[in-house]
């Protein structure tokens, strides 16, 4: 029997982290002598007051939610992917040689197989780490670790000596033909008569990222493989008496995470930047491990997650720009939020599950 509801976990434990996180955030912020209560209201002015603001919440969440399934496929398969970081910015190698190589017609097009060749680079980056762990033992946290950088400097080197244009000091490809500039949330919303924030960089693939939540939930709970990923996560000498080959299960859950993780490039390389520039991830890869803990792994979770992250973000901008709060107290903020959300959960849910268990007792 569990040791405490399943709404509990889901919905009490996170909101009580973030309460923790929020007090801890408004002390400190009283340390340096600030309003908290004025900074929380200029972060959710910032982030959610307009159309703006949230063109660049949604922008942020977009990365959040590609990078949050990745982590979450892996983590059903029992394997801590941190390479969500370097998987993206090959995914952003994959979507600029689609989008400034082949001429296509309308973005429509060039999206699908922008998508398609960011999610082949991010799972081949994936899957030397995966064999590793498979064939060789190699622990999949330090592999993936490793080839964020490898892959920064694969990148580097790419930029700088093949992509870029001649004559260009800038590290980074040439501007992506006009056919495949994908339509922002102002020119979808429009034809519906709904206003958006024209200089928001929220795009199509932000419903592409929905899309990817659907599809990460029929995987997992509505098909055999999915059951084979989860059977192996929770017991792998149980899935191997069942007939479950380990080598297969990590290799397929540790190619798709690679394949989400590179699908991020569609928004910040395809949609937002229209090129691939050195550093486009910005952190995504980290922040979808918090977002996938924070998200119980599962693909609603994951969105709402997501979304909290993006507030945070778009919000301590605003934070950084309009008071004498530093940049590296926001991250601080942020920080605290991960901290509580994802490390410091048994410090939550231990009090927690001993409350359940004496009330079980009570009514037996």
């Not at 899957?127 to 694969?154: C, D, E, W």
């Not at 024209?198 to 592409?208: D, E, G, L, T, W």
């Not at 995987?219 to 059951?227: A, F, N, S, V």
Request: charged share 10%; proline share 4%; aromatic share 10%.
């Amino acid at each position: 029997m569990d040791k405490m509801p399943k709404w509990a976990d889901v919905v009490l434990i996170p909101l009580i982290s973030l309460m923790l996180a929020a007090i801890l955030s408004a002390l400190v912020i009283l340390g340096i002598g600030e309003d908290p209560i004025a900074a929380v209201k200029l972060m959710v002015s910032g982030a959610l007051g307009s159309t703006y603001g949230w063109g660049y919440t949604l922008y942020y969440a977009t990365n959040f939610l590609f990078t949050g399934l990745a982590v979450s496929v892996a983590f059903h398969a029992r394997m801590f992917n941190i390479g969500g970081e370097g998987q993206a910015m090959l995914g952003g190698l994959g979507v600029a040689l689609v989008c400034l190589y082949i001429p296509w017609p309308h973005w429509s097009l060039a999206l699908i197989f922008a998508s398609l060749g960011a999610a082949v680079f991010g799972a081949a980056w994936a899957a030397i780490p995966a064999y590793l762990q498979a064939k060789r033992g190699s622990h999949i946290v330090i592999t993936t670790i490793m080839f964020n950088f490898i892959a920064a400097a694969v990148l580097n080197y790419v930029l700088v000596n093949l992509l870029r244009p001649e004559g260009s000091m800038d590290p980074a490809t040439a501007r992506f033909a006009e056919t495949v500039h994908l339509p922002s949330l102002h020119e979808l919303l429009a034809p519906l008569g709904i206003e958006f924030s024209k200089a928001a960089p929220a795009n199509v693939s932000f419903v592409v990222a929905i899309a990817a939540c659907v599809a990460v939930w029929l995987l997992i709970w509505r098909t055999k493989l999915g059951y084979e990923i989860r059977a192996y996560g929770n017991s792998e000498h149980g899935a191997l008496y069942a007939g479950i080959s380990p080598v297969k299960i990590t290799m397929i859950a540790m190619l798709i995470s690679g394949g989400l993780a590179g699908m991020m490039a569609t928004n910040n390389v395809m949609g937002e930047a229209e090129r691939l520039v050195l550093n486009s991830t910005e952190g995504a890869g980290f922040i979808g491990i918090a977002v996938a803990l924070m998200g119980r792994s599962h693909p609603f979770g994951v969105f709402l997650a997501a979304i909290l992250f993006g507030f945070l973000y778009q919000g301590g901008a605003e934070l950084a720009l309009w008071t004498s709060i530093p940049r590296e107290l926001i991250v601080v903020i942020q920080a605290l939020v991960i901290l509580f959300t994802g490390a410091l959960d048994n410090m939550v849910r231990g009090p927690l599950e001993r409350i359940f268990l004496a009330i079980r007792r009570e009514k037996a």
